[in-house]
């Protein structure tokens, strides 16, 4: 934790249910005077790729298409993996407009392209809360391992990785959406300056069925993260010494 603001980040597979214990974990935190605000690391790229695919904004089609593109960058999982007839191109997928943007500022803008801009996004908003008494940053889309860093190391919050069942197998390859499982282990077992106590754990939430179960896993999370906080004496927030 860094100064009255918490980070937590959420990492796990496309479709695992990040998107949704983000929305537990707000609904369900303790104590009612924090502001939560949620910050994506994917939202420049969201923002990038409806510039892309609409084209000209003054076009007969474009509030419509503006809409369809809305409903699939904003929408569930699911829906971004639905096949746009983008004319000449073929069909595109959302998802995978994402991903090649997502590795081009990576592979030639920097590495930390995305985390600087997130890390931008946290400081103004430090900037326009600096007089509440506390913040809680919720990132539900952490995917690779400088973006794990950022949330343990540079600002000494915590991750809650969503673990697949046994036998599952996930399809998408890309890097993006392979998932950190073995990374966070070992960190959680190395256990360098507190980081293994503040890597949580919760089942994925593939079924509707696992919904009730994710949102009393977002209730022992807070409880895990506000023990810890108090614990490793990472600083004071919500009225009370953590």
Same mark, same amino acid.
């Given at each position: 934790?860094?100064?009255?603001t918490l980070?937590v980040g959420?990492?796990?597979?496309s479709?695992?249910g990040?998107s ?7 609904e369900?935190f303790?104590y009612?005077?924090?502001?939560i605000l ?6 420049p790229?969201?923002?990038a790729?409806a510039e892309l695919l609409?084209g000209?904004?003054?076009a007969?089609?474009a509030?419509?298409?503006s809409?369809?593109l809305h409903d699939r ?5 699911a829906e ?5 007839d983008?004319g000449?191109c073929?069909e595109?997928t959302?998802r995978r407009v994402?991903?090649?943007?997502g590795?081009l500022?990576?592979?030639? $803008?920097h *590495? ?5 801009t997130?890390? @931008?996004?946290i400081?103004?908003? +430090?900037s326009m809360? =600096? ?5 809680v940053?919720l ?5 690779y391992?400088?973006?794990v860093?950022y949330? $343990?190391r *540079? ?5 809650v990785?969503? @673990?697949?069942?046994?036998?599952? +197998?996930h399809t998408? =390859?890309h890097p993006?959406?392979?998932?950190l ?6 960190r959680k ?8 106590a503040?890597i949580?754990?919760a089942?994925?939430a @593939?079924l509707?069925a696992?919904l009730?179960r ?6 022992s999370?807070w ?6 906080s ?13």
């Amino acid at each position: 934790m860094r100064g009255n603001t918490l980070v937590v980040g959420i990492h796990g597979h496309s479709g695992s249910g990040k998107s949704q214990m983000g929305e537990y974990l707000e609904e369900t935190f303790p104590y009612p005077n924090a502001n939560i605000l949620f910050v994506h690391m994917a939202d420049p790229l969201k923002l990038a790729t409806a510039e892309l695919l609409v084209g000209d904004p003054e076009a007969a089609n474009a509030d419509e298409w503006s809409d369809i593109l809305h409903d699939r960058l904003y929408g569930s999982s699911a829906e971004r993996e639905v096949p746009l007839d983008y004319g000449r191109c073929g069909e595109l997928t959302i998802r995978r407009v994402l991903q090649v943007l997502g590795h081009l500022g990576r592979a030639y $803008l920097h *590495e930390d392209i995305w985390v600087e801009t997130a890390h @931008r996004v946290i400081c103004d908003l +430090e900037s326009m809360h =600096s007089h509440d008494n506390s913040m809680v940053v919720l990132i539900p889309d952490i995917r690779y391992a400088n973006e794990v860093n950022y949330v $343990l190391r *540079e600002r000494r919050g915590f991750i809650v990785d969503m @673990r697949e069942p046994i036998g599952y +197998e996930h399809t998408d =390859s890309h890097p993006s959406e392979a998932g950190l499982g073995q990374l966070l282990l070992a960190r959680k077992y190395e256990n360098t300056d507190g980081e293994g106590a503040r890597i949580l754990h919760a089942n994925s939430a @593939r079924l509707v069925a696992d919904l009730t179960r994710l949102k009393e896993s977002a209730t022992s999370i807070w409880n895990c993260v506000l023990t810890a906080s108090a614990t490793l004496n990472l600083g004071h927030v919500f009225g009370r010494t953590l």
